[in-house]
């Protein structure tokens, strides 16, 4: 299983930007996606996920209401759509993806990570 993630960008306080992570290789339904973050001298973070059957959302508390994450089962992608962005939503963004449909908001759940893509948010 591989992903990649694109998307990322510069763009100003209030704006949005879509990022995308493109799965390939072999997976069933029964896995969850979801995205992280991490800033600068700081722990990765959950941000928002979903599950590949039934399509359940969750998201941190944080970007709740701005932030959509969302799929395309016959593309394989994923996507999160960040609406009403702020400085402190800085940071670069990683897609990744387990086995098993439950969302865990801890990182180390997760078995496949993409590369990162840097989404800066100016003031």
């Known amino acids: 299983v591989q992903l990649q993630a694109y998307g990322g960008g510069l763009v100003q306080a209030g704006g949005s930007l879509r990022l995308s992570c493109v799965v390939s290789?072999?997976?069933?339904?029964?896995?969850?996606s979801a995205w992280f973050r991490q800033a600068p001298g700081k722990e990765r973070e959950f941000v928002a996920g979903i599950r590949w059957s039934g399509g359940n959302t969750y998201y941190a508390d944080s970007v709740k209401g701005r932030f959509t994450i969302s799929k395309n089962s016959a593309k394989n992608t994923v996507y999160l759509q960040m609406n009403s962005l702020k400085p402190e939503d800085t940071a670069t963004y990683y897609c990744?993806?387990?086995?098993?449909?439950?969302?865990?908001?801890?990182?180390?759940?997760?078995?496949?990570w993409g590369r990162g893509t840097l989404v800066t948010v100016s003031s």
């Open positions: 290789g072999r997976y069933s339904n029964d896995a969850g």
């Open positions: 990744a993806l387990r086995w098993g449909s439950t969302i865990h908001e801890a990182a180390q759940r997760y078995q496949y």
